[in-house]
């Protein structure tokens, strides 16, 4: 059974660092690729970014670039979405999915995990 | 990259049908067979509801349908039950293995 399980809930403070993970299960993780997805309160789904964690090949939204950075470790199966000074604004709800081997869909999810920056 | 735009709110009474539009331009829903639907209800993950533009995935209800058409597509929900209520989103590839999502509709069953 495939399977994404991420990381839980973060509270951190505006300027420190965080990394939370997505490992996958039950296919072979280094030859599907992974989305990140933000959805922040009250608000709806933003594509952030993908990776392929066979080689590590990763895009970026050009709308929401520039601040996160997405990473993989295709040995132990995790996926990472990651900040360096952490803003208020990135309080959200992440999740992972899997791109569907057959192409242009997201097929299995994992169940999100919330994070929240406040002072 | 803009989101697609779909329109907030679609309400209906059990039974009915009801259609939710995605609007895209010509650089991700217009040029690709690629348009996902995905269903939310509060606390849980996205659900899988629709792929490339108009294909269930195993264990989806017939009841939902897909469709595209140049720049928009559709999703319909056919004999809207109580359980249908939720927000729901699409999503299109938009080249160089980037996507978008839609800015998500409220369904509501009366």
């Known amino acids: 059974e495939v399977q994404l399980v991420q990381s839980g809930a973060e509270v951190k403070k505006p300027g420190e660092s965080l990394k939370i993970s997505c490992m996958g299960s039950g296919y072979n993780f280094a030859a599907s690729w992974i989305a990140w997805v933000r959805q922040m309160p009250g608000k709806g789904l933003e594509w952030m970014g993908i990776?392929?964690?066979?080689?590590?090949?990763?895009r970026y939204s050009p709308s929401i670039q520039g601040h996160f950075t997405i990473s993989a470790d295709k040995s132990i199966s995790a996926t990472y979405l990651q900040w360096s000074s952490l803003e208020a604004s990135d309080t959200a709800l992440y999740y992972c999915?899997?791109?569907?081997?057959?192409?242009?869909?997201?097929?299995?999810w994992g169940q999100g995990t919330l994070v929240t920056v406040s002072s | 990259q803009s989101a697609l735009t779909q329109p907030a709110s679609v309400s209906g009474s059990p039974g009915q049908s009801i259609t939710i539009s995605c609007t895209g331009t010509s650089s991700d829903v217009g040029s690709y067979n690629l348009v996902s639907w995905y269903q939310l209800h509060p606390g849980k993950a996205p659900k899988f509801m629709i792929y490339e533009d108009n294909k269930r995935p195993s264990g989806v209800s017939t009841r939902f349908s897909g469709s595209r058409s140049g720049n928009t597509a559709s999703l319909t929900i056919s004999g809207l039950q109580a359980e249908d209520e939720a927000d729901y989103y699409c999503c299109s590839y938009a080249g160089s293995t980037t996507y978008v999502f839609g800015t998500g509709t409220t369904v509501t069953v009366l």
């Open positions: 990776i392929y964690p066979g080689d590590s090949d990763a």
């Open positions: 999915a899997r791109l569907s081997p057959y192409g242009g869909s997201f097929d299995y």
